[in-house]
């Protein structure tokens, strides 16, 4: 039996795929390939995919397991990197396209810049090739059909391909599904996928300085009628955006700056400032994040917003993860109105007491508790909520722990998280705080939820320890670079304190195996199973727990109702006032990117009218 592979070779049922990544002129065109492909077929497929003239001479370079650069130049080259990618089980082969070959051998190929070998130096716009097909990931603000199922494209952040030549649209999941060949511009559009005129397709081009026309070719049948109804609804619903004015939802009830009192600045980030505000109508206190819009602007930041967003909404119905009250904007600023959790975070109270005591007892009817112990746990609780949503949090770590006034803890900081992820699905984004950096993800494996019982693993050895368990003390500066650390990370043994007991090291022994397959809470079926079964978390009544029935080991001190003496005075004592907006600026934003930002719990709709 034969099929077809993703770039349209005919191949045995049988044979082994073997993803490529080709990096070319800011770009990486993704495809599979079948390997037992010869160097030349390579060569003919590169030159396709990246449109390099068929008689112009290309230079291959891949990757090696050292992140150094490898010249392929024949079949015996290319059997050596197949064969080291089939060894290490790499996420695919990584490949640098260079029109040009080097004067000499071992000599750099003209405009050839090594900084494009080192991971996350520059990002790449990815293009997956399928069928002829080159898809690149797209945000589709109004109706858009798939192509193949002939279904709805929506949701937020990137819901679906475009093919930058022929203009088709389709979900993310059915891209590899496409049996047409790519047409390149398909001229006239086809009958079918003619879209009627109120169900134009506009999506935001990636990224912003592509001047392509906007309109793509949705795929729509001919008994997908439009709902009249539900447009004029949607329209009565639109969000009003006027000056200090937010959103408006229904008669009577809207939402903007102006409704709030600012207190106090709480913290601050590269993107964000977050305020201590007061709803002025029924004087709740709230957490305010505010981004300026001038800050978002390339896809990835915009992809950021939208997914925190999308992440808060889903985390109000979790106790151990902060929510959202609302969202809205301004023409300089996107708002979001979150819980104000006034505990403080576990980095300050680290920082105050070192570290947490593995026994701290308490005499109460239930077993003896632990501050690390019960800590651990709500996060787990918190975590496995989050996988069974779709989503990868990826950025665990004491800062983004906070505490309740009871001393519950509660995530924060949804910035860095990847939705959409299955049992068994993988992502492959090079991100995170780096001394929590999974030793997977600097592998360059694709990677899954592993990587945040990595970081659990981590946080708790920091609890128990007082310190990082990659804590580099040196007089070389040599040794003191984020490019060290990671070496540490993939490479050295992590000593456990002998102060620790045998089950505290057995957990932190699991969470920090450097094999995510071995990993504790890894396996796809039984994962979480495996954590609360553990002899560490054995003491714990996990349904009591997730009830929030236990008692903390540990309360805050909390003066009064702000709680402000948890909070670092760096922030406190900042003025709180946002700089007035540059008109100059306005001008340079594209409003039409935040379109829908707009938002307000459902849950708080009839509380927030009735008072």
């Known amino acids: 039996m034969h099929t077809l592979a993703s770039n349209g070779f005919i191949m045995d049922s049988g044979s082994e795929l073997v993803k490529i990544k080709a990096h070319y ?16 077929e390579l060569c003919e497929e ?3 995919m990246c449109s390099v003239a068929r008689q112009q001479p290309i230079t291959l370079k891949w990757i090696d397991d050292e992140g150094d650069p490898c010249t392929i130049s024949s079949q015996m080259e290319l059997e050596e990197a197949f064969r080291i990618h089939s060894r290490t089980k790499w996420s695919g082969l990584l490949l640098h396209v260079f029109p040009s070959i080097p004067e000499q051998p071992g000599m750099p190929c003209p405009g050839e810049d090594k900084s494009i070998y080192r991971r996350g130096a520059r990002r790449w ?3 997956y090739r399928v069928n002829g097909h080159l898809f690149q990931a797209k945000r589709f603000n109004r109706k858009a ?9 929506w949701g937020l952040g990137r819901q679906g391909y475009k093919c930058i030549n022929c203009k088709l649209l389709v979900h993310k999941r059915c891209h590899r599904l496409i049996p047409q060949t790519c047409q390149r511009l398909m001229d006239p559009v086809m009958p079918s996928q003619e879209p009627p005129s109120d169900a134009k397709s506009e999506e935001v081009d990636l990224p912003p300085d592509d001047t392509e026309d906007t309109d793509g070719i949705p795929f729509l049948p001919h008994n997908c009628a439009v709902d009249k109804t539900e447009d004029a609804d949607t329209e009565d619903m639109k969000a009003v955006v006027d000056g200090i004015g937010g959103i408006k939802l229904s008669q009577g009830l809207a939402l903007g700056l102006g409704d709030f009192d600012l207190i106090r600045v709480i913290g601050r980030g590269s993107y964000a400032k977050v305020l201590l505000v007061r709803l002025k109508k029924n004087e709740q206190v709230y957490a305010m994040k505010v981004v300026k819009k001038e800050l978002v602007h390339d896809d990835e930041d915009i992809d950021w917003v939208q997914t925190e967003k999308h992440v808060f909404e889903q985390a109000s119905t979790n106790p151990f993860l902060v929510g959202l009250h609302s969202c809205f904007q301004t023409e300089s600023r996107l708002f979001l109105v979150i819980e104000y959790v006034n505990g403080g975070d576990l980095m300050f109270h680290m920082q105050r007491q070192r570290k947490l005591p593995e026994e701290h007892a308490r005499n109460t009817l239930q077993d003896q508790r632990t501050t690390l ?12 909520f989050l996988h069974e949503k779709g989503i990868i949090y990826r950025d665990l770590k004491l800062d983004n722990v906070l505490l309740d006034h009871e001393g519950h803890i509660k995530l924060t900081d949804y910035g860095m998280c990847k939705e959409g992820i299955r049992p068994g699905d993988t992502t492959s984004t090079f991100c995170g705080t780096p001394n929590y950096i999974a030793p997977e993800i600097l592998r360059g494996e694709d990677y899954g939820f592993s990587v945040d019982w990595w970081a659990l693993g981590v946080l708790m050895f920091e609890m128990m320890a007082g310190r990082s368990p990659f804590d580099i003390i040196t ?5 003191n670079t984020e490019e060290y650390l990671f070496q540490v990370i993939l490479e050295k043994p992590i000593r456990i304190p002998r102060s620790l007991s045998v089950k505290a090291a057995s957990v932190l022994k699991g969470f920090l195996n450097k094999d995510p397959k071995e990993r504790l809470g890894c396996q796809v079926q039984a994962g979480f199973t495996d954590i609360k079964s553990h002899t560490f978390f054995r003491s714990i009544d996990w349904d009591q727990l997730e009830k929030k029935e236990m008692t903390p080991p540990f309360k805050p001190q909390i003066s009064d109702e702000y709680g402000l003496e948890n909070f670092d005075t760096q922030f406190t004592n900042e003025p709180v006032q946002l700089t007035p907006d540059d008109e100059d600026v306005i001008k340079r934003i594209d409003q039409s990117e935040f379109e829908g930002f707009e938002y307000i719990n459902p849950l708080l709709l009839s509380t927030e009218e009735s008072v």
Do not use: Q, W
Request: proline share 2%; aromatic share 8%.
């Open 25 to 40: 002129s800011g770009d990486m065109l993704i495809t599979d390939l079948a390997a037992t492909v010869t160097f030349v």
């Open 475 to 479: 007089d070389n500066p040599d040794m």
């Open 145 to 153: 059909y798939c192509g193949h199922c002939s279904e709805r494209i």
């Open 46 to 48: 590169v030159k396709t």
């Open 125 to 127: 716009r990815k293009l």
């Open 373 to 384: 112990k019960f800590y651990a746990a709500e996060i787990c609780i918190a975590l496995n």
